[in-house]
Each structure stands twice: as C-alpha cells, then as structure tokens.
C-alpha cells in the first residue's frame, strides 16, 4: 500500500509511526528552502534545506501550516494555517523563531496562501467567506501586527494562491473544493468555474480575467506563478475523480489560459493535480510536483511543452535553486530532491532522505 502523506502525518499523530532521529542543527547553516512539515516526535516544525539537501529545524508551529511567504527584504515571513483554518504565524527571515500570530478577519478562513506586496509595507491575505465561498483580498499592514487596513472582492469564488505582478494583484479563484471534509461546504457543491483575475489593489476594479473553459469546468485553478520574463504561470487540480488527462499548467495570456503542451504518457502520471509550480532562476524552465502522481514533471517554456520527469512518492514542495534549470524538492515521506530541467528532460541530480516529512510548499530562502 503506498504511504501517502497525509497518511503517514495521521500515523504520526496517532503514535502509530516510529519517529525519526531528532532534526540535525549546525551553527552555519546555508538555507536554500524552507518549508512546514511534521518532525519525529509528531509536532508541526519549520524546516530548512541547503544547497547540499542538509536540514535544519526551526520553529515550532502551533498549527499545520501550507505556504511561506517572505518580505521582499527577507528579515520577516508569514507561514498561513491551511484552509479551512484561520491563523497566520509571523517568523523571523531564518524561520527560526515565532514572532506573532494574527487571524483570518471574522468568519473568514485563510487559503494557506499570502504575498507581500512588493515594497514589503503591505501583506496580502487570500480569505474565504465561510458560509458562502466568496473570494476575498485583505490588505494588511506589517508594521502594526499584519492589521487589516483594506479589502477588495477577489472575483471568483475559494480564492487560494494570491501574488503581485507589475503593480497588480493576481488571484486564482479555485471555486471547487478538491476535497469538503474539513472543507467549506459550499464550495464542495458549486458548480461555478474557476478562474484568474487580476485586481488594481488601489480600486478594486478587475482589469483582466481568464476563466475555465466549460470542457475544463472541473479543474479547480490553485497556484499562479510570475516569470523572470513577466509571464504568467498557472497550475490547476481536476476536481473530477478518475480523469487523468486534462491540462493542468497554462500561460495566462492577455484574458486566456493557453495550455502547455504533454504528451499522453506524462499527463497520466500527473494523475490529476499539481501541487506546486515554480519557474527557475533563468525563466527558460518551470517545474511541477504532482503529489497524485509521484512525479515531478519539467517543461521547456521556449517551447511551452513537457520535456519529462522524475519520480518521486508524494512529492509537494518546489522551490527554485540558483543555477539554471535547478530546484529542489521535497515529499511528505521525508525525502529532498535536487532536480536539473532541460531541453533533454528532467535528471535527478541528489536526493537524501531526512527526519522531517515535509508538507505542502517550499519557498526559496532570502536571508
């Protein structure tokens, strides 16, 4: 039977797993990634990875958590509770240690997704109204305890990747539940289509939308991604169960999603979703992990087509490395993969298996 993530976190948690050998610590430590997972002893932890896949613990969190974000400066980041849940934690640049907490605003929940704004004085929030699924954008002040101060509609119905490109904001409106339970209900229940908007956070007003075509009225878009080059990248789950071969990552292009191209063998082994997406340092390569599927699938963005990819179990967490073409990855087994893309394929490079089962995303170290 094949181990999955969430399975091997509820073995932890139920004292049914064995633990692993306490999380290494150096006094140098090189942070390339960082990311949440789960330790050895069962507790929610912030873990970081160099460039050499060596770990080191951070801080402990009171929740499980899903996405970290860091100011453009890298002294600060903010680590947001998964949906359904409503508590942020704000960690120093390292991630070492928990400055403060706030909440999702009243009978909100948080996405597990948030972005600085690009002058770091403004913290942008994705929140789900609890009862009905809309969308909302809360603009959030740093230097006053991440304060709401604003908030715009998001266009779209369980928003959850949010990010800020060329002075706009940028919303994937998921509107399906991949799952319900713990869910939003209504979200579970909808039929609208997902889509990507792009918000004047001075306004409000959309200036542009792509949404769903009705033959991909299943796929949820979750995670959106800016290029070296000033594209747009997004990356979707089929919220269909038992369908394998739709498209999942697209270009949004002037009001469209204009889909990359993957072969038939590559789209089945993606089985379905797409965890997380991530362009490289160059802007020629992007990479996505499909925890469904085990593998980890490389594209060629000159060419807008998979080039190929590598296998690994529950595999989550991307975050790209200095070189061209590189990244690292991890999965919720506790394993960290250094990856090469190119025009050739996908090759992996290093792999090591450690005592933190990560969870979720990675997000490359600014300190």
């Known amino acids: 039977m094949r181990l999955t993530r969430r399975a091997a976190l509820g073995l932890i948690g139920a004292g049914l797993l064995g633990a692993d050998a306490a999380l290494g610590s150096e006094l140098e430590f090189d942070a390339a990634a960082i990311g949440p997972g789960l330790d050895g002893a069962g507790a929610f932890r912030i873990g970081a990875l160099d460039a050499a896949l060596g770990l080191e613990a951070g801080a402990l969190a009171p929740v499980r958590l899903h996405a970290l974000a860091f100011r453009p400066d890298g002294a600060e980041a ?9 508590l942020a934690l704000v960690l120093d640049g390292a991630g070492h240690t928990l400055r403060s907490t706030f909440r999702a605003s009243a009978g909100r929940r948080f996405s597990g997704h948030g972005a600085y704004r ?15 699924g809309e969308g909302v954008l809360v603009l959030r002040d740093p230097a006053d305890g991440y304060a709401a101060r604003a908030e715009i509609a998001s266009g779209g119905l369980g928003p959850h990747d949010v990010t800020e490109h060329r002075g706009l904001l940028v919303v994937a409106n998921g509107a399906k539940e991949p799952k319900t339970d713990p869910g939003i209900a209504t979200l579970g229940r909808t039929t609208a289509r997902s889509n990507v908007a792009l918000i004047d956070p001075a306004t409000g007003r959309i200036e542009e939308v792509a949404e769903a075509a009705s033959d991909l009225a299943s ?10 080059n000033g594209g747009l990248l997004v990356a979707a789950q089929d919220t269909q169960a038992g369908v394998h071969d739709r498209p999942l990552v ?31 340092r160059s802007g020629r390569f992007a990479a996505a992990t499909c925890p469904r599927g085990g593998v980890v699938v490389g594209f060629d963005l ?19 490395t200095r070189d061209a073409g590189g990244f690292v990855a991890t999965t919720g087994l506790g394993e960290a993969l250094r990856l090469v893309v190119s025009e050739d394929g996908v090759a992996v490079a290093a792999r090591r298996t450690g005592a933190l089962r990560w969870d979720n995303h990675l997000a490359p170290s600014r300190v």
């Open 78 to 86: 903010v680590a947001v509770g998964r949906r359904p849940g409503d």
């Open 118 to 132: 690009a002058d770091g004085r403004s913290f942008v929030t994705s929140e789900i109204d609890a009862a009905t």
């Open 219 to 228: 796929l949820s878009l979750r995670h959106i991604v800016a290029a070296p």
């Open 250 to 280: 697209a270009r949004f292009d002037r009001g469209r999603l204009r889909w990359l191209d993957v072969e038939a063998d590559i789209a089945g082994r993606m089985n379905g979703s797409v965890c997380s997406l991530v362009v490289d």
């Open 302 to 320: 000159a060419r807008d087509a998979a080039v190929g990819l590598a296998s690994a179990a529950d595999v989550c967490g991307l975050a790209a």
